[in-house]
């Protein structure tokens, strides 16, 4: 009987066990967001409530409590990304209620916490993480955490943010989210489990789907050995969708009203740039992210044809050299090496400007050739013919520094796409004692692939005097001042392509071909 009762103890045991791995085994080719209907976009609005579509108010409570003290405000907070280009929110104080001080630091507050780019992806959690807290008839927990790799540079102390969901009867209650570790949040330093946020879901009726109807937070921190403790509760009073419809929500919960004269206070979210760049994305415009920061490498080849050729010993008048070497067969090959870093700013939809520094290796390597007329005279008076060379062998390697600026206008209409940009480059050579200014154009003509890869066709121009005028100092301390006369390639064909890697990283190429031949390679991130 004793060994019967063991059995049947060991078999209910292992039933338990299988039926419980199979209530947290992953529903097959989803999850359990999916399986109850409901989108992971949901989780984006823990991050910042703002990552919700369409626009919305919200009536807030908010308490600064410091060793006792409490300092109690209200106002209502208004997201709408169409009220005006570079500006999101908008928060309704009562007049006077706050010095003009404090509206600056509540409004800073506000950004600091909803800031995020323009660009944000949405779907910010990490579908791996998703996991079965608990499962208790009708009501279903869930953890998840957010993936590192999807968050906007604004948004990265959500990485050490832990998740919890909370699903009744297939439908969406609420949302938690807390700290397992150190954050930087809003320009404070706030210790792990001392930051936590709950956002209330309200399932709507009409449309379907999920907007935030209320939410409360609340976080700790010390300042200057002072602790101090913050909570905002915060209640949505309207919500449109990105149409502009309004959305039927239950008033009688709203904890107060603002009433007699009220102060807005306007602010922008993320970047501001592009200017217009709202504009130019309602009219179905894709743009990049503003702000980039690049390494970029260029190299090239050319003949370069002799055009003249005068020396002076120091202020002496110039001596012609032309007339005793054959410039018309002498050439040298010129190679450029240059790597620099740049930096640039889309100001407008369709105007990017730039600026970078860096260094450049210029290899000359050719023949200057003896006129025959001179050769043959330098043989006539005695000397040994083979002692009179043909040529005169020229190899020389120059190093520069280098910086500049430029401008990209870009436009397009689908997938073909449009650009010109300038560059104006000053490369400061220092064996040589020179300077030279060069100006280079390149009009491209672009194919965005439907894999997002742009594909590019164009040539460009380089101008500058390709003359080499300065000095060298001789042993003896005179100068040998000289001005050397080139004629260069101007234009060649190009090539590339520019790909994103990353939300972030950016690749691009150029092959250029022609009388000058040609490879620049660019690596980036955007902001």
């Given at each position: 009987?004793?060994?019967?009762?063991?059995?049947?103890?060991?078999?209910?045991?292992?039933?338990?066990?299988?039926?419980?791995?199979?209530?947290?085994?992953?529903?097959?080719?989803?999850?359990?967001?999916?399986e109850n209907g409901i989108s992971p976009e949901v989780l984006d609005a823990a991050l910042s409530t703002t990552l919700q579509s369409g626009s919305f108010t919200s009536k807030i409570t908010g308490k600064k409590i410091t060793q006792g003290d409490t300092l109690s405000s209200s106002f209502g907070f208004i997201y709408d990304p169409e009220i005006n280009n570079g500006i999101d929110i908008q928060i309704a104080?009562?007049?006077?209620?706050?010095?003009?001080?404090?509206?600056?630091?509540?409004?800073?507050v506000l950004q600091n916490a909803h800031s995020f780019s323009r660009m944000s992806r949405s779907e910010l959690y990490d579908p791996s993480s998703l996991q079965v807290v608990s499962k208790n008839g009708n009501i279903l927990e869930l953890s998840y955490s957010y993936d590192k790799k999807r968050l906007e540079p604004e948004l990265k102390y959500g990485k050490y943010f832990k998740g919890l969901i909370r699903i009744e009867d297939?439908?969406?209650?609420?949302?938690?989210?807390?700290?397992?570790?150190?954050?930087?949040?809003?320009?404070?330093?706030?210790?792990?489990?001392?930051?936590?946020?709950?956002?209330?879901?309200?399932?709507?009726?009409?449309?379907?789907?999920?907007?935030?109807?209320?939410?409360?937070?609340?976080?700790?921190?010390i300042r200057k050995k002072e602790h101090i403790k913050v909570e905002f509760n915060s209640y949505t009073s309207d919500y449109r969708t990105p149409s502009g419809i309004p959305l039927a929500i239950d008033q009688?919960?709203?904890?107060?009203?603002?009433?007699?004269?009220?102060?807005?206070?306007?602010?922008?979210?993320?970047?501001?740039?592009?200017?217009?760049?709202?504009?130019?994305?309602k009219l179905g415009y894709k743009l990049p992210r503003p702000i980039g920061l690049n390494i970029f490498a260029h190299y090239q080849e050319?003949?370069?044809?002799?055009?003249?050729?005068?020396?002076?010993?120091?202020?002496?008048?110039?001596?012609?050299?032309?007339?005793?070497?054959?410039?018309?067969?002498?050439?040298?090959?010129?190679n450029t090496l240059i790597t620099m870093a740049k930096a640039?700013?889309?100001?407008?939809?369709?105007?990017?400007?730039?600026?970078?520094?860096?260094?450049?290796?210029?290899?000359?390597?050719?023949?200057?050739?003896?006129?025959?007329?001179?050769?043959?005279?330098?043989?006539?008076?005695?000397?040994?013919p083979s002692e009179v060379p043909d040529r005169l062998p020229i190899d020389s390697e120059l190093t520069s520094s280098m910086f500049g600026a430029g401008a990209t206008l870009a436009g397009g209409i689908g997938n073909i796409n449009?650009?010109?940009?300038?560059?104006?480059?000053?490369?400061?050579?220092?064996?040589?004692?020179?300077?030279?200014?060069?100006?280079?154009?390149?009009?491209?003509?672009?194919?965005m692939t439907p894999f997002g890869v742009n594909i590019m066709v164009g040539a460009q121009g380089q101008f500058y005097d390709p003359g080499a005028v300065g000095f060298i100092e001789l042993p003896n301390g005179d100068k040998l001042n000289y001005n050397v006369g080139f004629k260069p390639s101007v234009w060649n064909y190009l090539v590339g392509f520019y790909a994103p890697l990353s939300?972030?990283?950016e690749l691009a190429s150029q092959v250029g071909f022609g009388d000058r031949s040609s490879v620049t390679l660019v690596f980036g991130y955007r902001f």
């Open positions: 009987m004793y060994n019967l009762m063991r059995f049947l103890f060991l078999l209910l045991f292992l039933s338990f066990l299988s039926l419980n791995a199979q209530e947290t085994e992953p529903p097959l080719n989803s999850n359990y967001l999916i104080i009562k007049k006077d209620s706050l010095t003009k001080k404090e509206e600056k630091n509540l409004l800073k297939g439908i969406l209650k609420w949302v938690k989210v807390t700290n397992f570790d150190r954050i930087k949040f809003e320009g404070i330093t706030i210790e792990k489990d001392n930051f936590e946020r709950t956002l209330y879901y309200t399932k709507d009726a009409t449309y379907g789907g999920y907007y935030v109807s209320s939410s409360n937070e609340s976080y700790s921190f009688r919960n709203l904890p107060f009203e603002l009433e007699g004269e009220i102060d807005t206070l306007k602010g922008s979210l993320g970047w501001a740039l592009p200017l217009m760049g709202k504009g130019a994305k050319q003949l370069l044809e002799f055009t003249a050729l005068e020396v002076a010993i120091n202020d002496e008048e110039p001596i012609e050299l032309g007339g005793l070497f054959d410039l018309s067969r002498s050439t040298v090959d010129q640039d700013v889309w100001l407008l939809p369709f105007l990017n400007v730039m600026a970078f520094l860096g260094s450049g290796t210029n290899t000359i390597n050719g023949n200057l050739f003896i006129d025959e007329d001179l050769r043959n005279f330098l043989i006539g008076i005695g000397i040994d449009l650009s010109v940009n300038y560059q104006l480059m000053v490369s400061k050579l220092e064996e040589v004692n020179t300077t030279k200014i060069a100006h280079v154009i390149s009009p491209n003509l672009g194919y939300d972030h990283f």
